[in-house]
């Protein structure tokens, strides 16, 4: 068989693995939407002991067939050969998993685990944000602009409930499931009452430096209320902070980000940000009644922590001529607004970082139209954080305006 036949017969499979529910009626639901998606379920969708024909394939051919697929396939929706690569068998998928490289390396995003992985170094990953007033729903998609055809995709969904001391943004990997019980949760965002201060909350601990700053956990729900294969906790991993504009003069909203869970040592020369490589007990893992838990909390409490990465954002300059504040977003940003922002990294001279390096725009965030806006973001930060971080432009700041 040619490959073009293999590729044409994988492409073929999509109606089947569509109709293929996870965990039964309620969790299918979600997983039978995920055209919309630009980030493949992270799910074997057959039972490994019935993996039928395609697992006899030799593995120096295997090897080959998908190793073709990846490099061919560089956008969506060309791109999904590979997530069907992924999904015809378990020998299919490790071997997939071993091919497909992480957004740092490639530029891409192909995985759900994609999203919690630092984007690349050289170029920024370019998303916009839908806003849903009437049902207080954001959606984040991948791509330059958005378009009424199907080349948005979805890639991450969030939902504001409003509390009577605090906002909160429930996200999740689909945009009409925002239980904090589901296999689709990833994290949340929550805001103190001024709307001054919000901590990032992720589902899953990224590096013990996020267990470290914080010293505790907190639960989403009772363990009793939970499948086994969802983790139970919220792990701090970013503080957000707007500054108090107490003298009420108008102005540019002034915020940093403390990133707990980088460390400042990622944007030095040699260093690294923390890149997990799957979703543990959540996705595709299920643990044993033995099986320890992912982080000692005890052990880790007494570990000093290293020095956390903290962005600042970006002075604008006053332009005399348009009577505004302005920055060079480099096109990206077309409409003024307060929400308007770049994040870069907040550096103490004693650091000895290259000035090419403090320039970085790590994250920007910006307005191009009602109820659409854009955010590029690069190394060290992931398309969840970017997107939390985003996230708290929106909520109301009386203390800040």
Not at 198 to 205: A, G, H
Not at 216 to 241: D, E, G, H, M, W
Not at 262 to 272: A, D, L, R, Y
Request: proline share 7%.
């Amino acid at each position: 068989m040619s490959f073009k036949s293999i590729v044409r017969e994988l492409k073929e499979m999509k109606n089947v693995i569509g109709s293929i529910s996870r965990r039964g009626e309620v969790e299918g639901r979600h997983w039978r939407n995920r055209t919309r998606s630009h980030i493949a379920p992270d799910v074997v969708p057959f039972d490994p002991n019935q993996q039928g024909q395609w697992a006899n394939i030799p593995p120096e051919l295997l090897l080959d067939i998908v190793h073709r697929v990846e490099e061919s396939e560089t956008s969506f929706p060309a791109r999904t050969a590979v997530v069907y690569c992924a999904s015809v068998c378990k020998s299919w998928r490790e071997v997939t998993k071993e091919i497909v490289k992480t957004p740092e390396e490639c530029g891409r995003l192909t995985f759900p685990i994609s999203l919690k992985q630092p984007g690349p170094r050289e170029s920024p990953i370019h998303c916009f944000i839908k806003r849903d007033r009437a049902n207080s729903v954001f959606r984040l998609y991948f791509g330059l602009t958005p378009s009424e055809e199907v080349s948005d995709k979805l890639l991450l969904a969030a939902k504001r409930i409003r509390r009577a001391t605090s906002t909160e943004f429930v996200i999740s990997l689909v945009s009409d499931d925002f239980s904090r019980a589901s296999s689709t949760y990833v994290g949340k965002l929550r805001s103190n009452f001024l709307g001054t201060k919000f901590i990032i909350y992720d589902s899953q601990p990224p590096s013990d430096a996020a267990i470290q700053h914080r010293g505790r956990l907190s639960r989403r729900f009772s363990a009793k209320q939970v499948s086994p294969t969802v983790s139970a906790c919220n792990y701090s991993i970013a503080t957000v902070s707007y500054e108090l504009n107490v003298l009420r003069t108008r102005g540019p909203r002034r915020m940093h980000c403390a990133m707990h869970s980088i460390p400042f040592s990622s944007i030095q020369e040699g260093g690294s940000a923390p890149t997990p490589t799957s979703f543990p007990e959540s996705f595709d893992e299920r643990p044993s009644k033995a099986k320890e838990p992912a982080v000692n909390i005890s052990s880790s409490m007494s570990v000093p922590s290293q020095e956390p990465l903290v962005l600042k954002n970006k002075a604008p300059r006053w332009h005399e001529q348009l009577q505004c504040w302005c920055l060079n977003f480099k096109g990206r940003v077309t409409v003024a607004s307060v929400k308007n922002f770049q994040l870069a990294a907040a550096v103490d001279p004693s650091h000895n970082i290259p000035a090419a390096v403090q320039e970085t725009t790590i994250l920007q965030f910006g307005k191009i139209g009602k109820d659409i806006f854009t955010m590029d973001y690069c190394y060290p930060l992931s398309a969840f954080q970017a997107f939390a971080i985003c996230l708290s432009s929106f909520d109301t700041k009386p203390a800040c305006e």
